[in-house]
Structure formats: C-alpha cells, structure tokens
C-alpha cells in the first residue's frame, strides 16, 4: 500500500462523515438513506464490473461506503436511540464475524488475494463494517466520553501510527497490522471533518459540513485523477 491510498482513505472517511450529516439534515432521513443507498449500489456494480483495479472507479465505492456506512450508524442512535458504546460494541462483533467468516471461507484476509468475486464481496462487506464501526467509535470518544471532535482526532492519529510502529519495529503480522490501521483511518478522518463542520458551540470551527464536504471532494478528486493518470498506487 502506497502512502497515497492512505491519504485518500482518511480524506474519504472525513468526507463521508460530513456529506452524510449535511444530507441528513437538507433531505427527509428517509430519501437520504435511499440516495445514498442508490449511489453506493451504483458505485459497487461499476466495480465489479471492472477486470482491474480502475482508481476511479474503486475510490468512487469507498467514498460512497462511506456515506452509506456512516448513514448506518447514525440511525443506530438517532432513529432508535441506541447508545454509541453498545453500537460500538456491535459493529465490532459484525466485524469480527465477517473477518471469522471471511477466513473460514477462503484461509486470508490479504487483500492482495483478492482474486474471485467471492473475495470481493467479504473485501466490500468488511469495508462497510469498518466505517460503521469508525462512525460509532469517533462518536463515542467524541460524545460520550466528552473528549470533543480535536481530541479525539489527535488520540486516533496516535492510534494509527501504533500498527505502523508494530509492523516495523516488532515484526506485527501485515494482514492484521493494515486492518488494524484501515479501521482506525474511519474515527480519525471523521473526528477531523466534524471538527471543522460543526458549530462552535460543539467545540468545532463552524465551517459547515457542505463547504468542508465540498472541499474534501475536490481534493480527493484531483487525488484519484492524479492516480489515474499516473498509476502510482498500482503494481509494476
């Protein structure tokens, strides 16, 4: 994995978080998930379609996952009044039956094994659990555990780098060391979102999660079109 695809992916987690909130809050809850649910159907049937990795076209599904995913999670507290700790706790019990699953099916949770389309739904299935999962979490510290949005994003972009020291200095095992840092892009990139979006009176800059949606996209776009045209995040 290049340096590139982990830029992006917080840039999509952040993005997700915002747009997901300015849609909830511009549309009828209930049109919002449904476009978004449209988009992310959309987005996924163009990627399986693909023969190759097309940066677009994968960027495009992550980027839609997490809207959708971020979506999910919100309704677990919003709609039924769960609260963010059992959440928490349930999205890490879905991951980890979709991780049990996974490798019971096919013996790796590698995604440079992902070679058959069986694969590809458990790769797609566990990126959709992850954001729900990173929704729910950067939530609690956020809410609950009343760190606010900066702090919680500063304590996760410490979390992150755990993987990446353990992976290069005490030999972590790769699969579980990019898993581990693939969840935790979700709570870092959405604390830093909310942070800049929300009103000041919830400890943010009060930029509005439509500009700071907006902005987020314009970056990831010009990211992914450097990606396309240069293939610096593919194999040679």
Do not use: C
Not at 25 to 39: E, S
Not at 188 to 208: I, P, Q, T
Not at 214 to 222: C, M, N
């Amino acid at each position: 994995m290049t340096a590139y695809f982990w830029i992006v992916k917080i840039l999509t987690t952040g993005m997700g978080e915002t747009t997901s909130d300015y849609l909830a809050h511009r549309l009828n809850p209930v049109v919002a998930v449904a476009l978004a649910g449209t988009l992310l159907a959309v987005s996924l049937a163009l990627q399986f379609s693909a023969r190759h990795y097309t940066a677009w076209k994968y960027w495009t599904s992550v980027t839609m996952v997490s809207v959708f995913g971020t979506m999910a999670a919100d309704v677990l507290h919003v709609a039924l009044g769960i609260p963010y700790l059992i959440s928490t706790a349930f999205f890490v019990a879905a991951l980890t039956l979709v991780f049990a699953i996974w490798y019971a099916s096919e013996g790796t949770l590698s995604i440079h094994g992902i070679v058959t389309a069986r694969r590809e739904l458990f790769y797609w299935a566990t990126v959709m659990t992850t954001f729900a999962l990173g929704t729910a979490t950067g939530d609690m510290t956020a809410v609950t555990v009343h760190l606010g949005y900066l702090a919680s994003g500063v304590m996760f972009a410490i979390l992150i780098a755990l993987p990446a020291l353990a992976y290069r200095w005490l030999r972590m095992n790769t699969v579980f060391a990019f898993w581990a840092a693939y969840v935790l892009t979700r709570p870092l990139g959405a604390s830093f979102a909310d942070w800049m979006g929300v009103s000041k009176d919830r400890g943010g800059l009060a930029l509005g999660t439509g500009p700071v949606s907006l902005v987020l996209a314009v970056i990831i776009a010009g990211f992914v079109g450097y990606l396309t045209v240069s293939r610096k995040d593919t194999a040679h």
